[in-house]
């Protein structure tokens, strides 16, 4: 069977996502998802990839966030896979779609590598780079609030050493989450586009957390 148009399986998607998501929290809502699509198609200007794929793994990557369906991993795929299977997408497409939403994540990364395509890689890049910078900083403690998390505990050091079960279950302070996370993605970005945005987006992080120190011990 072959697909419906494209322009109608984007416009019929991103309308999916933006309802679905309207009261998602807001480091994953429909914002973070309209970010990640802009930053996607800005990477997959200089990849040779099938960009209706890198778009609709970008729109549908966190339609169903394992970290809010008790660690559910599979619900992200299937939602994703039945929406596009009622817009008659074509069951290839879907497949590849749903194994780029399955292995795309930061704690996918903690196993062997079980699926990678060229389009992942530009969809992964797109994710990770709203994960640091500004919005990256906002996102992590958003994301912490909602989970009613300490910022900082000088007593409680990163764990750098962590498993996949440690990642998922972590009810460690914010600026802990810097070092285990966000400040190792610059290093783990596929893409030459990727890596060249990062590389300012990485040192905000720094200056951000110098900043955060000087604060935190009362340093004019």
Avoid: C
């Amino acid at each position: 069977m072959e697909n419906p148009d494209t322009s109608f399986i984007i416009q019929k998607t991103a309308t999916f996502v933006k309802q679905t998501l309207q009261n998602a929290e807001s480091g994953h809502d429909w914002w973070h998802i309209l970010r990640v699509w802009n930053n996607a198609k800005l990477i997959a200007q200089t990849e040779k990839v099938d960009l209706l794929i890198v778009e609709l793994a970008a729109l549908l990557h966190d339609i169903a966030d394992s970290k809010f369906y008790n660690g559910n991993e599979e619900i992200g795929p299937k939602t994703a896979g039945d929406f596009l299977k009622s817009i008659g997408v074509d069951a290839d497409l879907i497949e590849h779609v749903q194994q780029i939403i399955r292995h795309m994540s930061f704690k996918s990364s903690f196993d062997s590598v079980g699926f990678s395509s060229e389009e992942m890689k530009v969809v992964q890049d797109a994710d990770r780079l709203d994960a640091i910078g500004a919005i990256g900083i906002a996102r992590a403690f958003t994301y912490g609030g909602f989970k009613n998390r300490e910022i900082y505990n000088p007593k409680i050091k990163p764990d750098f050493n962590l498993t996949k079960e440690a990642y998922k279950n972590s009810t460690a302070p914010t600026i802990n989450h810097f070092y285990e996370k966000l400040l190792l993605l610059k290093d783990r970005m596929n893409t030459k586009t990727a890596q060249h945005i990062a590389e300012q987006r990485h040192q905000f992080m720094e200056t951000y957390l110098q900043q955060f120190y000087a604060e935190w011990n009362g340093i004019k």
